[in-house]
Nanobody, 118 residues
């Protein structure tokens, strides 16, 4: 089970840190990914980090502003979001799986709302 938290309302230029806590299993060998879905849009890839932290990928839209990390010992993944923009407004989901497509992620958290005001 994955539990995402840390969303909220922030002004443009502000920061938020999302957390994804895993329980029930360790997700060893899985990548932990963050995806987001804005109203009327498809779910899109944001960032992913492999179990060991050796492979990290970002969507171009967030590169340089967002940082993904994980504490495998504590089974928690984080998404530090800086310089937020109104277009970052979406429900953010954490997931465990592989690759950058939502279709290749098997386990999903419930989502946390991020709203960036202009």
């Amino acid at each position: 089970q994955l539990q995402a938290s840390g969303g909220g309302l922030v002004q443009a230029g502000g920061s938020l840190r999302l957390s994804c806590a895993a329980s029930g299993r360790t997700f060893s060998g899985y990548s932990m990914g963050w995806f987001r879905q804005a109203p009327g849009k498809e779910r899109e890839f944001v960032a992913t980090i492999y179990w060991t932290g050796t492979a990290i990928y970002y969507a171009d839209a967030v590169k340089g502003r967002f940082t993904i990390s994980r504490n495998s010992a504590k089974n928690i993944a984080y998404l530090q979001m800086n310089s937020l923009r109104p277009e970052d407004t979406a429900v953010y989901y954490c997931a465990a799986g592989r690759g950058v497509s939502p279709n290749t992620y098997e386990y999903w958290g419930q989502g946390t709302q991020v709203t960036v005001s202009s």
